[in-house]
């Protein structure tokens, strides 16, 4: 993981969060850290004190199914890569006896001299990611869990389906280890349960029972799987196609039931539940699994106490809809699941809002803490040089050493033409041997190195800096994965893989002799952004660009900003959202630094990341402005359905939205609240007019209906739905409308309700599924709960040349790791724009965004990768079919001199190749990966090895 | 590699080694702030390296 080598981030680990003083600004935290007993510097995570340490402890990474040592790490990609010793179950630390470890160490890394060390450090901001603890035994126990080994939770069947798990990635009964021939999975366990405290839904374990179902019947098609439910929350972007192919691809069954009741029953496990009807009914299965809901940590009291902030009645961190990652604590802040259960692209999207809150905080200490790394200056490498090679091939440990002959190999490359200097080392990647390889480059004079480890992937930066810090171009460097290609995948042929790495050392070479120093070039960037969209995501990400000190421009296409928050009253946790308008647009007109063009429209975009050049029109008259970054928030809006419940819409006065029935409600009228109404939800969504859940209308229902109450409580309210997606804290006002009488019914989508119109009325016919009959009713106001539908993307699409999704929606980088960023450079995304999402979603998500952007703007300059594409002027024709190709804006045709010619934006060119690969002129080289060193490489496979 | 001196206020202190915290800490550096990323296991990553693959792109963890 990268947070490892970053010179700006000391890992404390195995530490406690012991007391914070001060105030935001100027906090002094005090943190103690815990012995290791092993030394961190001298430690090569060699793993030899595992196999000696004679005593068994069980391993709770894999949750308790496997078995560990009390020296150990936790797995071979741990951060950091130390391994340590669990004091509770050392022999040594507990009996004074053993320290066999000790002489088993070659590096004489274990001290059991360490002491506990308790410091004091001076800090501006804390954000506190504790992340989730574990629901309550009871809530387990309740289905035998304990009482058979096959009862299982979700945590422990994502051990087992894991390759490093107890059984290799194979799904098996703990029990006896046979193949399960019928799995169930049972949903909300410790959710959405007031018997253990529990009364929100946790969000995230609908999507993971799926993903879990998926991935078991990938492993074995034959096993059967149901998942037992009460609602499917599967409300993210994209999650219903999910559902819909576990059902329909993978044929994974979904029942609508309580489970009552888990009993051992010969050598399998009786699952007793009750379906809508009251109906009891009993199924055998192999194996139980338990999906469990994420609980508040285990130490959130105390934490809450050192960090002198306010949990909420879950105890989790307390927050408001308006700030949701603000505590109570001024410049204490809290990301991820501490903040309420959440998804890993929703805790990635909070924590970078949070820096970017923190960054606005504490500007004026920007870059005053950091360390900033220096190099040498770089030895020039000159086209008629000598070729001087260093081949270093790597053990890994017994890694590669135990199937490859690596000594065999390390010689071979001795013999290589050009191969000044060759040797082997025990871990290429250690401390000590950054070392070597500098010395050994500065010794032998080396232009070229080769080493043969691992992949790339994860070791090359590495590798580079020490060649930066060696003075040499870092892009002077091969790397040849034999780990990957030859000792893993060959491990039961020793002889096949040592001959296949000494190929691929051969062709490494041969690439090595013909590659040529990059330049390391950097662009400045003009810090300035451009906000294009003026709701409230895009103020808030404007607002936030501003605190951290960066003049930005507003473009709104309506008179006023606001946006969808104009049409809004009140959110269903009860704040009014005039209250935030006000709040916000009052910052906006305050702030120096934040121009705003109303009625306006983005009318050009030229230019790339760092560099941009827009027009803005207003009226007629056109503004240019330069900007480095473009945050898009033009929103969304309510879907008008036609199709509603799979039928036309009937036209009646009677029938409202929820935000008609919304605007009613906030009225003054002794009679605005309907006397009956029946509300429909998914109306035109999932499947009707829109494909995808809208997220925001199950809470729009609950909120309205709560209203309706409040205003009259005579009022009959029913709520006719598919699921209620009142996720997170939101089942609590699910709860309570329910307790307040209002009556919900699910309908299923092959059993919709009708809509007809009736005289000035509208009458609603359904299935009650409760009482299994037909009901119709013809209530005051039928109230649908209308989905919502990104605004105008398809023109912004164009003009920015960024992509939207089957549903028109801006598709995001990378969904899990960058959620806020387009594929373009410099371009962020953020509100309903991207997706439907609740308010205070869409203020995180803006806050993200933010911080994003201003990470170009606070460098100053975007640096580039060396692999980028090149154009032979002479050779291309400007046909155009690199532009119309590359997925990044990267390559654009200009005139120079008269003709059409490709070029490079170097700035925004991720080095993917595209265009080089369709050239019909060949007139695009990729730096690092030119024709030259391709065609070298093949050439060298094609050569015989003398034996 | 230890630091011992004090960064001063112009560093920040995030609590919790899991993927939000991970996440915090390295664009808090971008940012420009130095960070102490403080865990209370022996190893940060939290609970999402123990998953196997995640949804929604169902890709593995780290
Ligand atoms: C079975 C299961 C499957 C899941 N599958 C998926 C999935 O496929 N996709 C997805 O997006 N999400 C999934 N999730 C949810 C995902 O795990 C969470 O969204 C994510 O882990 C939250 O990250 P976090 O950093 O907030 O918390 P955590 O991952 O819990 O990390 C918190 C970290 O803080 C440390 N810590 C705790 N207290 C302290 C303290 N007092 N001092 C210092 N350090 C402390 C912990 O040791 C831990 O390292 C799943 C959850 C479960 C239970
Ligand atoms: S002292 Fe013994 S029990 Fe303790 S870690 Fe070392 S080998 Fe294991
Ligand atoms: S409804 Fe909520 S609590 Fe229940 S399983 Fe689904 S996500 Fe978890």
Known sequence: ?947 | MAQAKNKGAGAVMVVGGGVAGVQAALDLTELGYYVYLVEKSAAIGGAMAQLDKTFPTNDCSL
């Open chain 1, 1 to 947: 993981m990268e947070a490892g080598r970053s010179p700006n981030i000391e890992i404390l680990s195995n530490a406690d969060f012991l007391g914070l003083d001060g105030k935001a600004g100027d906090f002094t935290a005090k943190v103690r850290l815990r012995p290791r007993y092993i030394d961190a510097d001298k430690c090569t995570a060699c793993g030899l004190c595992t196999k000696y340490c004679p005593r068994h402890l069980v391993d709770e990474y894999n949750e308790g199914l496997a078995l560990t040592r009390p020296i150990h790490i936790d797995y071979p990609q741990a951060v950091p890569a130390t391994y340590f010793i669990d004091p509770d179950a050392c022999m040594h630390l507990q009996h004074g006896t053993c320290k066999i470890c000790v002489p088993v160490c070659r590096s004489k890394a274990i001290d059991f001299d360490q002491k506990a060390e308790t410091r004091q450090i001076n800090v501006g901001a804390v954000i506190m990611s504790p992340g989730f603890g574990r629901v309550p035994e009871e809530a387990l126990t309740k289905y035998s869990y304990g009482d058979h080994p096959d009862v299982v939770t979700s945590l422990e069947f994502e051990r087992l389906l894991n390759p490093s798990g107890p059984f290799m990635g194979e799904v098996r009964c703990i029990s006896d280890k046979r193949h399960p021939k019928n799995i169930a999975f049972i949903q909300c366990v410790g959710s959405r349960d007031l018997g253990c405290n529990n009364g929100y839904c946790s969000s995230v374990c609908c999507m993971y029972a799926i993903k879990e179902a998926m991935v078991a019947k990938e492993h074995d098609p034959d096993c059967e799987i149901t998942v037992y439910y009460m609602d499917m929350r599967t409300q993210g972007k994209d999650f219903d196609a999910a559902r819909t192919r576990a059902e329909e691809q993978f044929g994974i069954k979904f029942v609508r039931a309580k489970v009552a009741d888990v009993m051992p029953w010969e050598r399998q496990l009786k699952l007793t539940y009750a379906t809508m009807d009251g109906k009891h009914h009993f199924e055998g299965y192999d194996m139980v699994v338990l999906s469990v809901g994420l609980d508040s940590p285990a130490d959130a009291k105390n934490l809450a106490k050192t960090g002198a902030f306010d949990l909420n009645h879950y105890d989790f961190c307390k927050t408001s809809t308006f700030a949701p990652l603000a505590s109570s604590h001024d410049g204490v802040l809290v990301a991820g699941a501490f903040q309420g259960p959440k998804d890993i692209p929703e805790s990635v999207t909070q924590s970078s809002a949070a820096a970017g809150l923190v960054s606005g905080l504490i500007k004026k200490q920007r870059g005053k803490g950091v360390v900033t790394k220096t190099y040498p200056d770089e030895q020039a490498v000159a086209e008629d040089d000598e070729v001087r090679i260093g081949v270093f091939v790597c053990h890994c440990g017994i890694n590669i050493a135990g199937v490859v002959d690596v000594a065999k190999v390390a010689n071979y490359a001795g013999e290589m033409e050009d191969v000044t200097y060759y040797a082997e080392s025990l871990y290429s990647c250690s401390q000590d041997a950054q070392e070597v390889l500098k010395q050994r480059i500065k010794e032998h004079r080396l232009n070229r190195v080769v080493i043969a480890a691992c992949s790339p992937r994860t070791h090359e930066p590495l590798f580079q800096e020490t060649l930066k810090d060696a003075g040499l171009n870092r892009s002077l460097f091969e790397m040849v994965n034999i780990r990957d290609h030859c000792s893993w995948v060959h491990a039961n042929e020793p002889a096949a893989a040592t001959d296949k790495s000494m190929d691929l050392v051969r062709m490494g070479v041969a690439k090595a002799r013909n590659i040529k120093p990059l330049p390391e070039q950097t662009v400045p960037v003009t810090t300035k952004a451009l906000v294009l969209g003026g709701g409230i995501a895009g103020m808030t990400a404007a607002l936030n660009m501003a605190d951290q000190g960066f003049q930005t421009y507003i473009v709104e296409k309506n008179g006023q900003l606001g946006g969808q928050l104009l049409k809004q009253h009140y959110t269903l946790q009860g704040d009014k959202v005039a209250d935030l308008v006000k709040d916000v647009t009052g910052k906006i007109k305050k702030n120096k630094l934040i121009e705003v063009f109303t009625d306006a429209d983005l009318s050009a975009v030229n230019g790339f990341v760092g560099n941009f050049t827009s027009t803005i029109t207003v009226g007629k008259k056109e503004t240019s402005v330069d900007h480095g970054i473009i945050v898009v928030a033009t929103g969304g809006k309510y879907h008008q359905p036609e199709t509603v419940l799979g039928a036309k819409l009937p036209d009646s006065k009677a029938i409202v939205t929820q935000n008609e029935l919304e605007k009613q409600l906030a009225g003054k009228g002794k009679t605005r609240a309907p006397k009956s109404a029946v509300m429909i939800q998914c109306a035109g969504s999932r499947g009707d007019d829109l494909a995808y859940c809208s997220k925001t209308c199950c809470n729009d229902a609950v909120k309205n209906a709560l209203k309706i109450k409040e205003i009259n409580s005579a009022s009959q309210v029913v709520v006719l739905y598919r699921e209620m997606r009142t996720y997170g804290y939101a089942e609590d006002a699910y709860r309570e409308a329910r307790e307040k009488g209002v009556i919900f019914i699910p309908y299923a989508k092959d059993q919709m309700p009708k809509i007809d119109k009736k005289g000035a009325k509208a009458e609603v016919s359904f299935h009650d599924p409760i009482l299994l009959e037909d009901v119709t009713i013809a209530p005051d106001q039928v109230i649908l709960s209308v989905g919502i539908v990104p605004e105008d993307t398809e023109d912004i699409s164009k003009l920015l040349k960024i992509p939207i999704n089957a549903d028109r929606f801006f598709l995001e980088a990378h969904v899990k790791l960058r959620p806020v960023e387009m594929p373009v450079a410099g371009v962020y995304v953020c509100g309903l724009a991207h997706a439907p999402k609740p308010l205070d979603e869409i203020i995180v998500q803006a806050q993200a965004a933010a911080a994003k952007a201003a990470i170009p703007l606070v460098k100053g300059y975007v640096s580039v990768e060396p692999t980028v594409s090149n154009v032979d002027k002479d050779a291309c024709i400007g046909c155009g079919l690199c532009e119309s190709l590359c997925p990044y804006k990267a390559i654009q045709i200009h005139k120079i001199d008269k003709k059409r010619k490709a070029e490079t934006i170097v700035a925004s060119c991720k080095g993917c190749g595209i265009c080089a690969s369709h050239c019909p002129t060949f007139a695009i080289s990729m730096g690092g990966f030119t024709d030259e060193q391709i065609t070298a490489q093949i050439k060298a496979f094609g050569e015989m090895r003398e034996e």
